[in-house]
């Protein structure tokens, strides 16, 4: 007979790949954490250049329509993806988990009910929702935060139901059951550890995707309002004048694509290292 | 070994690595091993102890990460494992069929059983096709209703079932060799005795040679007419069936034999097996000796070969003829404490 | 099977008219009185009073909805707040131009990622098989937008050989028409195709590694007999799942990509209306938009219940 053993972390080296994204991850965070150390110039400051001047040593990315420093806007830009993704992230990981846990544990008819529930949110395509939602309530960066929660929520408790379902059918669970043990020594000692690697992974995933998505709504307009340096706005802003001068809008969206790409490979190499599938999900 | 001369298909020094935590590992070291025509050759061994491997080895099937190191696979004339892709094809199905260990996982869950065993007719070509013949080999494996069986999907069909049907499409186009691996593991009792008579009467009728992978000794003694013992990837005993289970000379061939309960002898204690299978920790010599009543200290570095060579009855270990006297003064100990 | 099939219809069914329910809830938030937006901030309180009552805005908000469903469910979407034209027609016009964008798409999308995931299943683990997944990986990564810049900025401003703008109404024929929507589609289905390549790899590596494969080879059949007849039927019904996945995500893709080619289709008519809170436009364009995402779930759901063949015997 076969008795499944709980998965412990297999103790994996970081394939390569995941290695150099990870340095460049960190490099990225620490750049945004220190932001004044690094820009020689303020976000907003005006007329410091030429509009359109190409890159040089003052100024790496060269300035755009308005002579501002692009270099700077762009190291000034990424603690506010940074935050508000992370911020997101962490909110609907946290109670898409706990909802996710709850539903596979009541199982029955609270939980057919409640996975409709969350189909019918999910069936919203999450843009549109997000362009409502915000134009209804405003352009403050805590409601983008709650909003992109609200949307992730739904697709992460059904990744971390799913996780729970298949392990509180496991022998082992069962027969933790059977030696008395409680709800809550079974969760913390049998579920929590098997189902944290998923959540742990899904969390990275969706991080990617957060920053993926707030650049969007910045760059249709839906962020912060100008001059924040957000890039998605600049790279809306930046757009425009592209004949002019292309570094305004390569500048953030070259920073914006290896930033997501670093998570998405660091992702991978942290699923496999922990035993999951990698990363399969759709930016949704 | 028997026969070598007019051997249906003879292995010869196979070896095989597989990679396991890092390094390469063998699973099968210098078996040779031959199948005369209308014999049916049993291979007897524990889990793990690389059986299986040198059954696909038949078929030239390298399992997902292993290789094969050396040795040869002689079959109508050419070795089977230099052949290419294209040659096998002519090779599998239609000399050699093969039914594996687990049929639901064979049987492709997208198409109808009579689809699938069709496919291997069209395949081959030969004179017999259509539903005619389909029908007929489903009559010939014992499946009831053929034209209704024919239309069903795996999933639809018992284990037993299922099994029949495998060996259906292994026996399509009549070949000269059928490889089995395990093919009654998992099947309640009755169903295994059922699929063992229909082997054997496919053997009388149509004098295909087998090779039968199992670790059970008691399906083996039905229909093998001679058995290999195989340990930790090596051949510890070759031997007729009756004269293996008579007269068993190596130490793992007489603990698996006095493993079987019998109903007419009471308990036997000290001739079971002890310990386990340990591949990391394999002496250089007899690869047995950490499990050995009998073991003396040049056993574990003497390397043994099957002796008498070319007898047909052969074990590898030097202490063979020593054995039955050692056997019995230990019976006695055993009996005294047990 | 047809029990199932119709549950999953009556399902699809209640979400359309929950979703319905809340874009209604969700519009009803948005800042601004649609009798000022229209009449002006210079309007007299008696004109406001008297659009007011003609649009029903003083009629509680369940009621509206009830009278706005019942008219939509008759085709009635009511008339544009900003534009001075029915609904249905506005609308309409635009998915018309969203929807030949979609067919491009797909038609591009389907053979890419169906042979590529073949192609990369099958080449595993040799040059061709990374050097696609690297592709795969930057399609994945990187947002559309950027995806969209990039390739206007080296084949439109740079070589020049598109147009940066998808002004699709002033394309005149077929291939004039292809040339246009060519960088968009381009974006989108880059986009679409490098998750799909990823799945439908991943899927027809399970299956290739199966039991059921490994015999078919046993067999001694061609390896194109064991590729199409036993791997690829066994793959189809999760890449069917994918694609349904992916035309829901290209329901939000195809907004940004619309804004960034200043394309004149459904997804930024959205973005203009909410800007300008055109209300009814909103509604209308919203619904549309879920209820291709609804249906094409639901085809896909249907599909793979049809293709299971562990429901094919059952009665």
Redesign the interface.
Known sequence: MNVAKSRSVRALPLPPVAAVAAVVLIGIVVVSLTGPLWAPYGPAALGDGDPFEAPSFAHLFGTDNLGRDVFSRVVYGSRPVLVMATASTGLAVIIGAAIGLLLAYWRGWADELGMRALDIVMSIPPLILALLIISALGNSGVLVVLTVAFLFAPRVARVVRAATLAIVTEDYVTAAIARGETALGIAARELLPNVAGTVFVEFSIRTGYAIVFIGALSFLGFGAPPPAPEWGLMINEGYSNINASFWPVMAPAATMAALVIAVNLFTEGLARMIGQRGVSGLRE | MSGLAQALIAVNGLTVEYWSGGRWLEAVSEVSLAVAPGEILGLAGESGCGKSTVAYSL?A?RR?GSRIVLGSVFFEGHDLLQLS?AA???????RIG?V?Q?PA???????TCGQQVR??LD??GGSRRGRAAIHELMALVGLPDPATTER??P??LSGGQQQRV?IA?ALACRPALLVLDEPTTGLDVTTQWRILSLLGDVRDRFGTAMLYVSHDLGALAQICDRIAVMYAGRIVESAPAAALFAEPRHPYSRGLLASVPRIDLPPELGGCLRGMLRRDELPDGCRFAPRCDFAEPSCWTTAQRLEPPDATHAAACQRQRALPLLAGKHARRSRHFG | MARLILSRVALALITLLVVSLILFWCVEWLPGDAATRILGRDATPQSLAVLRQKLQLNLPAATRYLHWLTAALHGDFGRSLVADRSVLDYVWGRAVNTLGLAAFVLALYTPLSLGLGLWTAVARGRAADHLVSTFVIFGMCVPEFVIGIVLTTIFAVTLGWFPPLALIDQAHGFFEALHVLFLPAITLTAAMTAYAVRMMRENLIDVLDSGYVQMARLKGLPRRRVLLHHALPNAIAPALNVTALNIAWLMGGIVVVETVFNFPGLGRLLVDSISLKDVPVILAASLLLTVVYVLCNLLADIASLLLNPKLRGVA
């Open positions: 078929l099937e997902p892709e096998l094809c002519g090779v599998r199905g239609a093969f594996p687990n996982a064979s049987l492709t869950p997208s198409m496919e291997v395949c081959h069903k999907y999933h639809q495998v499409m």
